[in-house]
């Protein structure tokens, strides 16, 4: 695309330099710079991008928007140089002008929330498949278009590469995806300019509040995905909201277009009834305003039936049959690191959860318990740099819900690990579990699986489908799967 007609919906505050190349891509990141790239400089909270303008202009930068003039004093450069007032608002203005506006093309579901995110993307990509669309998924876990895998390293990417994964998705054949929409995504304008058809509420509890500082404001920025967007865009909206969630009723009150909430114990338009748990899954009824129909679903916890549900209600307000919603939801056998089993022919259960807030540990412990008779042994731990104000709440939860309750490291980043798990001890008095703390989460997986007896259940909360550990100075590969398996095969083989 020409220069001047990709800057078109931009306001310049000053031009200089010579003539209008033809852009090949668009690129924030001075390393990614190409022959043909038009150089966005964005400040970031460790870089400036003003700061490798030369760099980029070294590796073939045909252009270079910024939004600190002294920082073109005395280039040499004949290219353009382009003046805005502020590059991070442009960046999605860019993205949308350079890829044509893709997400009006596609229909897409964005979900938002604290817990069941990625699961529910999982479950809408497999009723999407089942009603013949082409689906795409983008979330915690990556990309995948048409089932095919594009890792990333954010829940939702930049909001050039978000518009650029949305054009390969239509390149590809894809007609219909789902996306996560994190908090840190909207506070941060990645999403901006995306068109959704469907935003779905899932629920609101502690997390991230070492960003957001407060509950309300963590909530304010996710009903942007509810008032603010559907009011910029071309497309008819739908609210789909889980009213059984208290903060269920903020995001109706300020849902603009249709709506379609979502329950187990409040009247609401999907409604689950004769919920049932066992070791392989849950099973439920559903009562819709598309009729009602049973589901037996693949995955275990009584949370994804919610799940389940607010899938129901995306497909439901795309148009799609119940009997393509039923077979989709019944197809999923698994979701990484979620509720995930781990068996290698053991006499006790192994489960793994990203689980890493107190509301999350909670339901799985919850549900967890409601599937042995046994002991109930939960190895855990939490981030470090992150929000210390849930570390004793964690503590209190698995204390007082397990058996055995093994505090660990889990990512623990610059904080020292003995003092994170010093933090979520310091909730665990008087209660009773008994308690442990090992600082080498393998180690304390080990352990666990070491002391597990027959009909025990162990669950080892936190990482999920991580496949890392961060530490201070270095982030080692690190699977709590892969690390089971290991152990089990050693305690098999004597």
């Known amino acids: 695309m020409l220069l ?38 964005v400040k970031g909270g460790k870089f400036d991008g003003h700061e490798f303008i030369d760099d980029a202009i070294d590796k073939g930068a045909c252009a270079i928007v910024g939004d600190t003039p002294e920082r073109f004093y005395g280039l040499k450069s004949k290219i353009p140089i382009i003046v805005i007032p502020d590059t991070r608002p442009a960046l999605p203005v860019l993205a949308n002008q350079f890829f044509d506006h893709p997400s009006r093309r596609l229909k897409l579901v964005g979900i938002t929330g604290t817990k069941g995110k990625t699961t529910t993307t999982y479950l809408i990509e497999s009723i999407l498949t089942h009603a013949g669309l082409g689906a795409g998924v983008i979330g915690t876990m990556g990309t995948r278009i048409m089932g095919q895998a594009i890792p990333g390293d954010r829940t939702t990417p930049e909001s050039v590469d978000l518009q650029g994964l949305f054009s390969q998705m239509l390149d590809k054949g894809v007609s219909a995806a789902a996306m996560e929409v994190s908090s840190h995504a909207l506070a941060m304008g990645r999403t901006e300019g995306t068109e959704f058809d469907v935003g779905v509420f899932t629920n609101l509890t502690r997390d991230h509040l070492d960003f957001h500082k407060t509950l309300g404001d963590y909530l ?93 209600g995306s497909a439901l307000a795309l148009g799609l049959d119940v009997r393509d919603i039923k077979a989709g939801l019944e197809s999923v056998k698994s979701v990484d690191g979620r509720f995930e089993a781990v068996d290698c022919g053991q006499d006790f259960s192994v489960l793994v959860d990203y689980a890493h807030t ?36 964690m503590g209190t939860i698995g204390a007082d819900m397990a ?35 090992i600082i080498d989460r393998r180690a304390a997986i080990e352990h666990s699986l070491k002391i597990a007896r027959k009909g025990d259940l162990v669950v080892i909360a936190g990482k999920g489908h991580e496949t890392y550990q961060i530490f201070r100075d270095r982030t080692v590969h690190f699977d709590d799967r892969e690390v089971v398996r290991e152990v089990l095969a050693c305690i098999r083989n004597g």
């Open 220 to 312: 304010q920025t996710k009903l942007r995905l509810f008032d603010k967007y559907p009011d910029s865009s071309s497309k008819p909206f739908t609210a789909v909201i889980n009213v059984d969630d208290p903060a269920g009723e903020r995001v109706r009150q300020v849902a603009h277009g249709g709506i379609l909430t979502y329950g187990i114990k409040s009247r609401a338009d999907i409604v689950a009834e004769n919920v049932s748990a066992c070791a392989h899954g849950v099973s439920f009824d559903v009562n819709s305003p598309a009729g009602s129909f049973h589901v037996d679903l693949n995955l275990g916890g009584n949370f994804n039936v919610y799940n389940s549900l607010a899938a129901i």
């Open 4 to 41: 001047n007609k990709l800057i078109e919906p931009l306001m310049v505050s000053s031009r200089s330099g010579d003539g209008n190349p033809d852009v090949t891509s668009l690129v924030y990141d001075s390393r990614h710079v190409v022959q043909g790239s038009l150089f966005i400089c």
């Open 358 to 393: 107190p509301d999350s540990l909670e339901n799985v412990l919850r549900s967890a318990r409601e599937l042995t008779s046994k002991r109930l042994i939960v190895v855990f731990g939490c981030g470090g740099d992150r929000d210390r104000g849930k570390r004793p709440m």
């Open 403 to 437: 058996d055995i309750c093994i505090v660990t490291s889990d990512n623990p980043r610059s904080e020292a690990p003995e003092v994170i798990i010093d933090e979520i001890l310091a909730g665990t008095t008087g209660r009773r579990a008994k308690m442990e703390s």
